[in-house]
């Protein structure tokens, strides 16, 4: 993935949103976006330890930039300082 195209970063945290995330998900898809391309946005999808995981499908069919991370993987990619990339970084988090 190639960040320096990056504009915009989403983060949708969800616990035990089975039903909500693909509805999400498919708000954010590239389809719905105006005035922005695919690769000028990624969304950040953290399953914050949900008892069922995700449908990987799901994930499959958002169609743009799309990470994932399971709780316990969250703790360590983003516990820390974060990059700041000269005041150009914009980040919405959308929790449930």
């Known amino acids: 993935m190639n960040s320096s195209a990056l504009s915009l970063s989403v983060v949708v945290v969800a616990y035990d949103m089975a ?3 693909p509805r999400t998900l498919r708000s954010l898809a590239p389809a719905y976006q105006r005035g922005m391309t695919a690769d000028e946005y990624e969304v950040i999808l953290v399953d914050n330890g949900s008892p069922e ?3 990987v499908a799901t994930l499959d069919s958002f169609g743009g930039r799309l990470r994932s991370f399971a709780h316990d993987i969250v703790m360590q990619c983003f516990h820390g300082p974060t990059e700041h990339d000269g ?7 959308i929790t449930y």
């Not at 005041?87 to 988090?93: A, L, M």
Request: charged residues 40%; aromatic residues 16%; proline residues 8%.
């Open 87 to 93: 005041g150009r970084w914009k980040t919405w988090i």
């Open 53 to 55: 995981p995700l449908d």
């Open 19 to 21: 039903r909500e995330v």
